[in-house]
């Protein structure tokens, strides 16, 4: 059993001091900035004052085309006077005047989208001007010291890096790593740096070759450098991680499909004298322009001006990236393009992620690159041997081998009997083949324990099972038209998220035609329904989340199951359908936690969700909305349920979902505010206002509230973790407040995974004799004081792989496998913010009482993540259900034409 985990995570060595760097700054100046603005705004006289200056193509196109230049800063289109451009030396004028003069060729012109137009020279002969003949002039550098460590610390004890280090560090990390080629078992990668959002990345470049189906197929090591602070803790963090990047050759989509795809374009640098070849990949968007009805080079893409500064070389037409992206991954003259691989694109050979002892590897070459500046955050040690709850034991004797089965079976009946009541379950199935409809109707028995053949045939495709206090009535009838894709509307005059308003309300009256009010209160529908892919042809016409809004007007949750294929299994599929309906009914319960003592036996669990849709949602209209769920174990009726905002009550949890889709429920937050506020800052004030109601809801009884911090930190600013004190919350702007206040037995938990932004690390274990893997645990530091814990969890049986196998060096030990997926189990971290320690105690008048220890209330979360029917989970079980809720945030454009009826109303 490994001891330990190391996260792929560095920090400032005290021992080192700042890590300084002489570098040279550029700022716009206001001169430069305001007339820039002026022409911008004489291009384009009947748009909108800019609340910036546009420019972050000329970014794009710095960062890309001028050598030395390290990162740009934020935002200096809207302030002159901030810093614009960072560089290790002075980038000469005669460099930086053309492209700003190539980027302004494309920004000062009418048509902004019309691709081809010759620079501004007129204003590269201005910007090179010197005296005050003119009003432009690009700026002089000026030298800085800047110390790529500079820290301030928060009042709770939080390491926050100064701003611009977000940007500024991961850059310098990120070429100073693509200088040092990374070597191992004779073989050599070598990196070029790609500038990101959210910091930085290093591809190995040229790509790598797999041979597969007679094809080739296109992958590069990938490694992500961010930086991120951790709550309470004295230094922030470089997360460095690693996986695969693949490459598209082929795309199995049509022109018009392609909504965006990122292409990384390596080009040499036009400039005589300087270096032939930039350390950086070019970031661009290829996709379909409506308007041209074409592949065209989209949003800031350098691309689009590349070929004006260099009209020697012929570089990629978008037109002929799209049809055959294998003819430039490998490069044609100096230039190469690769097409970054994401599923919506078609197959791939190559699987996803990178072994583990590969990891290892990198992360040793990251370290010595470091050192001596950044050194490796300590490694966590186990802080119990109790990882998990009181579940079956997986091996069972060999004369009772469906043993355990049996157990489990047992065990969804008695909760399906506790979520039902005395209701009878009411089931419509609505099939496509006939094969998926004699699966579900083999499984839901033997799921819940009943023989097979136990239920009657009580009609024509109707069936019936009676257990004890349960009644299950299934119904099967054809899907016919319901599951047909979604005729949204061609007319372009009305706002997208309108027409398929439109085309919702006529799904939700067509249900109503083919399908009577349930006669219970307890009501399901299962469909079947073709796979996403097959609707992606035609935008908006996947029918999922119109029958969903339509099943819940009429009282009916839902659950879908697709088409079968040769690709998973049917009775797996269909398993899963009736475990993810059970789920929805409520019928799911955490098992006896193992933690101590130390646990009140009447702790009840809260969780909050934020749910926040854009115009990107499901049904093409911005959402927000607070969700809460709450779970009792120890009360068998009703044991999970969540807050009904209206009512400001507790309900079943079913009963929540259906509120959820309601689409007359309005959003108090979008109400205009007397003071003028702004959209942000009046759902803050509704989301906080609900959240203390819980609170005060909660407070009767011992509770654990467990958030994302990540998720709900957009409502609730007071949870980044530069606002966080141990043991107090904080609202709006008031000063924070001993957590006991808002309940004597209250504990708070902060959960945050990466969720893409890796703002949690990476991590492998590792023990004696250079062993390297993974490990399921509670891992944290020894210090009892500690308040940050890793929650990990083990790898599914499915995905555990044969040892030795590589993807990027193969070793006489080993071989090179692309074409697996390497699995790699994610860490939870896991913030106990508040609980009852002998400070909060004492300070609420309770000195005496056993006080809390942190470590057990992290093992409690953790094994919360545990159930008998489902691997391990992402999250704990109460935060789960919150988030799965979302489905049913349903709004529509436009308020629905079809009153609300049936018992969900």
């Known amino acids: 059993m490994y001891q330990t985990i190391r996260v792929t995570a560095y920090e400032p060595d005290p021992a080192h001091g700042p890590w300084q760097e002489e570098l040279q700054v550029m700022r716009l100046g206001e001169q430069l900035h305001t007339e820039l603005t002026r022409r911008w705004e004489q291009a384009h006289p009947g748009a909108d004052r800019p609340l910036r200056l546009p420019v972050k193509r000329l970014n794009s196109l710095l960062l890309g085309m001028a050598p030395g230049v390290l990162a740009t800063g934020r935002n200096a289109g809207t302030d002159g006077r901030l810093p614009w451009l960072y560089a290790h030396e002075s980038v000469p004028h005669e460099v930086l005047a053309p492209l700003v003069a190539t980027w302004a060729g494309g920004v000062f012109r009418r048509d902004d989208d019309e691709e081809g137009s010759a620079g501004d020279w007129e204003l590269e002969d201005e910007l090179l001007a010197e005296g005050t003949a003119t009003a432009l002039g690009l700026p002089a550098w000026e030298a800085e010291t800047v110390d790529l460590t500079e820290t301030a610390m928060s009042v709770g004890g939080t390491a926050e890096p100064l701003r611009r280090l977000y940007s500024l560090l991961p850059e310098q990390v990120a070429l100073r790593l693509a200088a040092r080629p990374f070597k191992a078992h004779g073989a050599t990668l070598r990196f070029r740096v790609v500038s990101t959002g ?18 080739t197929w296109y992958y590069s090591a990938q490694v992500k450098i961010t930086v991120h602070t951790v709550p309470f803790a004295p230094r922030f963090r470089l997360h460095v991680s690693t996986g695969v990047r693949r490459w598209a050759t082929r795309l199995e989509l049509r022109p018009h499909q392609m909504s965006g795809a990122t292409v990384l374009l390596d080009a040499p640098l036009p400039w005589p004298g300087g270096p032939g070849r930039h350390p950086r990949l070019m970031t661009n968007t290829l996709g379909y322009d409506r308007r041209r009805r074409e592949i065209a080079w989209r949003r800031h893409s350098p691309a689009l001006l590349v070929p004006e500064l260099d009209i020697v070389r012929r570089y990629p037409d978008p037109a002929e990236l799209f049809t055959s992206p294998d003819k430039w991954i490998t490069g044609r003259g100096d230039i190469a393009a690769g097409i970054v691989y994401h599923p919506k694109l078609g197959s791939h050979e190559v699987g996803p992620g990178l072994m583990p002892r590969e990891r290892a590897e990198i992360d040793g070459w990251v370290e010595e690159a470091l050192r001596p500046v950044l050194r490796r955050v300590a490694d966590l040690g186990r802080v119990t041997r109790r990882n998990t709850p009181s579940l079956l034991p997986r091996s069972v004797k060999k004369e009772k081998p469906l043993a355990r089965e049996a157990q489990l079976a047992l065990r969804r009946q008695a909760a399906l009997g506790r979520a039902l009541g005395s209701r009878p379950l009411e089931v419509e199935v609505l099939w496509q083949s006939v094969e998926t409809r004699a699966a579900l109707l083999a499984e839901l028995p033997k799921l819940i324990g009943l023989p097979l053949g136990s239920g009657r045939e009580i009609a024509d495709d109707a069936w019936q099972w009676r257990a004890d206090a349960i009644e299950i009535n299934v119904r099967m009838r054809p899907a016919g038209v319901l599951l047909s894709p979604l005729p949204t509307s061609g007319n372009r005059t009305r706002r997208r998220a309108a027409r398929l308003a439109d085309a919702i309300n006529d799904r939700c009256a067509l249900a109503d035609e083919h399908m009577e009010p349930p006669r219970s209160s307890a009501a399901l529908v299962v469909a079947e329904i073709a796979d996403k892919s097959q609707f992606a042809a035609q935008p908006d016409s996947d029918p999922k989340h119109a029958l969903r809004l339509a099943w ?24 899963w359908t009736w475990l993810d309906a059970f789920r929805q009914l409520g019928a799911i319960s955490p ?245 009852l320690t002998e400070k909060a105690l004492t300070e609420s008048d309770r000195a005496g009482t056993t006080p809390d220890r942190p470590a057990e209330w992290a093992t409690l979360t953790h094994q919360l993540r545990y159930h008998d029917d489902y691997p391990p989970l992402g999250r704990p079980l109460p935060l789960h259900l919150a988030r799965l809720a979302a489905e049913y945030v349903l709004p529509l454009a436009e308020a629905p034409s079809v009153p609300a009826t049936g018992a969900g109303s």
């Open 198 to 215: 959210s910091g930085a990345e290093l591809i190995s470049w040229p790509p790598q070759r797999y041979q597969r189906r007679k094809e």
């Open 591 to 835: 098992p006896a936690h193992r933690v101590s003592a130390g646990i009140p036996g009447d702790l009840q669990y809260a969780a909050l969700w934020m749910v926040r849709y854009t115009a990107h949602g499901p049904t093409r209209c911005p959402a927000r909305r607070l969700v809460a769920v709450r779970v009792r174990p120890q009360d068998e009726p009703g044991a999970i349920e969540g807050w009904d905002a209206e009512r400001s009550t507790w309900v079943p949890y079913p009963q929540l979902l259906l509120s959820l889709a309601d689409g007359n429920v309005r959003d108090r937050w979008r109400r205009q505010d007397s003071d003028g506020d702004g959209v942000d800052e009046r759902w803050q004030r509704e989301a906080q206002r609900q959240i203390r109601a819980l609170l005060f809801q909660l407070r009767e009884q011992p509770t654990l509230l467990m958030a994302n911090s990540a998720n709900l930190r957009q409502c609730w600013p007071r949870l980044s973790n530069g606002f966080l004190s141990r043991d107090m919350l904080g609202f709006g702007a008031e000063p924070d407040q001993r957590l006991t206040l808002y309940g004597s037995d209250l504990r708070v938990v902060l959960v945050r995974d990466a969720n893409s932004r890796e703002e949690v690390p990476e991590w492998y274990a590792h023990g004696a004799d250079d062993r390297i893997g993974f490990a399921e645990g509670v891992w944290g530091s020894t210090e009892p004081e500690n308040r940050v814990f890793a929650s990990t969890a083990s790898t599914p049986h499915t995905a555990v792989l044969p040892k030795g196998l590589r993807k990027l060096i193969a070793t006489s030990e080993s071989r090179t496998a692309p074409g697996k997926t390497a699995w790699n189990p994610a860490q939870l971290e896991v913030t106990v913010l508040g609980c």
């Open 552 to 575: 819940a007007r009429q009282g009916r949750i839902s659950q879908f199951v697709n088409l079968p294929t040769a690709a998973t299994s049917l009775e797996h599929r269909v398993r």
